[in-house]
């Protein structure tokens, strides 16, 4: 009769430490795994919400025809960028681009010596010339905030039409759009929207081309998610360019 013999305590020891070096290996692993997998998600999220911001604002600037903000003798990085709004944009679909505000089917024709019919030096809210103060031109006929009350527009200088607003800037950790609503009242009625969280960084910079006709700027864009990755997407946009 054959002798049977059973498994020793100290196998089963030896055998316990052995499947506990291995699961704490494999647990190791999923974690790993699971941190891999959150970093690139993270990534991938902040890639998208750069790349649909800067596609909004590339589609406003290179389907107007002026650029307000930065000005042109502006030579630093700003942190807004300001453009009339596409004369070729109609919300409502009644047949009239919104920018014309008389609906006389001629965009900006008609402007008053507030060319964006604020009330504000330069566009009111905005620091359109970069030197840290909000409207703070010598009036509201003051176009730029340089201190210099501009001249009347030609006539017939009713004032009937004006230059319709459309603003990107950044406050706080979020890059807001400021635009115009459909048929407005006067350059004070517009809303302001979120389309990007997570930015740590916005700035513009006008493009110095030596031709008047072309207008660029440089849009750098940087966001930061909740776990710490970083990224950066910059865009060269020329007003007009579609």
Known sequence: M?????????????????????????????????????????????????????????????????????????????DVVAVALPPTLD?????????DNNKNGVVDDDLPADETNDGGAGIIGIDDDGDGLVDNGASFTDNDENGTIG??????????????????????TQLLERLPNVAPFNGNDYSVRTIADNVSAFS??????????????????????PGGETGSWSRRLRVGAR
């Open 2 to 78: 054959t002798a049977q013999r059973g498994i020793a305590l100290v196998e089963l020891l030896v055998a316990a430490v052995i499947s506990a070096l291995v699961l704490g290996s494999l647990a190791g692993v999923l974690v790993s795994l699971r941190q891999t997998d959150s970093v690139i998600d993270e990534r991938a999220t902040l890639q998208r919400d750069a790349r649909l911001a800067l596609e909004r604002i590339a589609a406003m600037v290179e389907s107007s025809t002026r650029l307000m903000v930065p000005l042109e003798v502006t030579t630093t990085a700003r």
């Open 91 to 99: 919300r409502n679909g009644d047949g009239y681009a919104d920018a």
């Open 151 to 172: 001249t009347a527009p030609a006539a017939p200088k009713t004032g009937a039409d004006w230059i319709d607003v459309v603003a990107y800037y950044r406050v706080g």
């Open 204 to 225: 513009v910079t006008r493009v110095a081309t030596g031709n008047r006709r072309n207008r660029e700027i440089i849009v750098q864009l940087t966001l930061t998610g």
